[in-house]
């Protein structure tokens, strides 16, 4: 399997933006991410000969940043912050109220593979801690009722 | 004294995010001010008057750098990866009030002389992401950044990059990496970041929220943003408050205007009724301060870092986060070294393996595993990587220093809370995990 037509096409026009392709790694890797859920190991190296750099790059830049994962657990990725402002002021119950709907803890994914949580590093909304991001959208103030109410959405 | 908002003044505007709503609201006068009557030259010099320095921690100034700088960078790179424990003021301006932003890096272009901008910004800004992206769209459409013309200078390009997230890509050398598409490992310098930026060409690094003040001092003048402040540091910062208090949230005061106990007091509300404050981190990669400490005033000058004042702390970002007497203080310090051992680039041994040491210690205490010289232990070690509060450092960044003078704070203030966690083989602090929701908070989010 490789990028589709129009994934690939719109690597080329990211590319565009830099005067050397490989600026652009960073960039495509958040795009087959966000559309994929993951980076595919079997597209490293066409991504690395669109760049033009050796695939050894790219897996070094995937495997570096915390934002890229090589397989896909859970279809919905709950991100739970678990950095200092958001532990003092409940990310561990939101962890414990997720558990109790969803019978799973960080680093597990729910049988029937729809949700998966994790714990993040600070992503920066301190203010309206405790924070979690569900694929990549961020909820803010949590409270029980809100966690149970957006479960039932999703 | 009330809050001193520039950065802040519009950001409860209802659709101020969008172009014509900036516009009605006098937006983009500034850069075309700027355009239309001053030169590159000039625009530096108005920085320079203005005494505008990086809020981003280092508070350097920007006008001598811009200086030798203007006309001979290829590219200006805008560090929106903000990644610091309890800082939030970057996404709270970009998601707000995004072209505040453009207006503010389209000025620094025209100071620069550069064609071309990166915004760098971390992938866990969703919204953010999706706000720049339609405001740069926004200002292209309108020919805000220049219109194509045959023969003559490119219009501005403003590309927003994002990057992997990662805290040590805030770093300049190691931002730089990440738009070449590499790890963010910082590397030593010279050759300075700005002669060999990207692709071995020159680029300038500047914290984006730095760059808002910009559209403010045309707007206002030099002179007045001058006489905000101290003369050493002038302006505003927009200080983060979380953690334990009654009103989190940004909070923009003129430097120097108050201590750090009224921002905690007067600004945020106390500590929660029923609790005394217990500790302070008075901002992104500072060592802790006690209540005892709190008179201080909010500008760099009276801090040992960078302003080799009193206060035994560092004045970075202003991300001041509050402990009540509930927190255990071998748990946070865990909970921020683990953040320094997963956050680390693994590139210098005394910071690789210092951090996930000084973790796996603070690991066994916290779990009742502690042992009697854990404690000399932890302060061997930290020491080692970077004595406290001084220039020396074991590694090619300040990352090293950021965790090991951070560690070094709490066993000066809590060392026997620390000795007690080995003596008893436990915990002893009856800790409050449940969530707590705060009054009100300061802007709307």
Known sequence: MGLSTELRAECERLMQDYSQPAGALLPILNVVQNTLGHIP????????DLVDCTSARVWEVVDFYTAFRTRV???????????????????????????????????????????????????????????????????QSLTREYIAHLLETL | MPEARLLLRDIDIPDIEHLDTYRAHGGYAALERVR?????????????????????????????????????????????NESSPGAFRDRKLIERHPHQCIEGIAIAAYALEVQRVYICVRPEMKRGIQLL????????????????????????????????????????????????????EPRAQPPLA???????????????????????????????FASLGTTACSGTLVFCISGHVCRPGLYELELGAVTLRQLINEYAGGVRAGHRLKAVLPGGGAPPLLDEHLDVSLVPEGWAI???????????????IVMD??????????????????????????CRGGS??????????????????????????????????????????????????????????????????????????????????????????
């Open chain 2, 306 to 320: 960078p302003g080799g004042g009193d206060c035994p702390s560092a004045f970075t970002n202003g991300a001041v």
């Open chain 2, 356 to 445: 996930a040491w000084l973790r796996d210690i603070l690991t066994r205490l916290e779990g009742g595993q502690g042992r009697v010289d854990d404690l000399e232990l932890l302060l061997e070690v930290a020491e080692q990587v970077s004595p406290w509060l001084s220039s020396e450092r074991a590694g090619i960044c300040s990352f090293s220093q950021e965790f090991s003078w951070l560690l070094q704070g709490f066993l000066r203030y809590f060392s026997e809370e620390f000795a007690l966690h080995a003596e008893v083989g436990a915990c002893p602090v009856d800790k409050d995990f449940s969530i707590k929701t705060p009054e009100t908070i300061s802007v709307r989010f």
């Open chain 1, 73 to 139: 657990a859970g279809r919905c990725r709950i991100q739970v912050c678990r950095t200092l402002s958001c532990r003092l002021v409940g990310a561990e119950d939101v962890l414990a109220y997720l558990r109790e709907y969803l019978d799973i803890g960080p680093g597990q994914v729910t049988e029937d593979g729809r949700f998966e949580i994790e714990r993040i590093d600070c992503v920066g909304a301190c203010a309206t801690a405790p924070v979690m991001l569900v694929e990549g959208t961020l909820h």
């Open chain 1, 41 to 48: 190991p079997d597209i490293v190296e066409e991504v690395a």
């Open chain 2, 325 to 350: 007497d509930t927190v255990c203080m071998v748990d946070a310090a865990l909970n921020l070294m683990e953040f320094y051992a997963r956050e680390s680039c693994g590139q210098c041994p005394p």
């Open chain 2, 194 to 224: 700005w002669e060999w930026g990207v692709w071995g060409r020159p680029a300038i690094v500047e914290n984006i929220g730095t760059l808002c003040y910009l559209p403010h001092i045309v707007e206002r003048g030099a002179d007045w």
């Open chain 2, 36 to 80: 239309r009557e001053l030169s590159s030259n000039e625009v530096v010099d108005l920085v320079a008057r203005a005494g505008l320095r990086d809020r981003g921690g280092t508070w350097r100034e920007l006008a001598p750098r811009w200086r030798g700088l203007a006309g001979r960078t290829e590219y200006l790179c805008v560090n929106a």
């Open chain 2, 133 to 184: 992206q339609s405001a740069v769209e926004e200002v292209r459409n309108a020919g805000i950044l220049g219109i194509a013309v045959a023969g003559a200078e490119p219009p501005l390009d403003i590309v927003v990059h994002v990057g992997g997230g990662a805290y040590i890509a805030a770093e300049e050398t190691a931002l730089l990496a990440s738009l070449e598409g590499r790890r963010a």
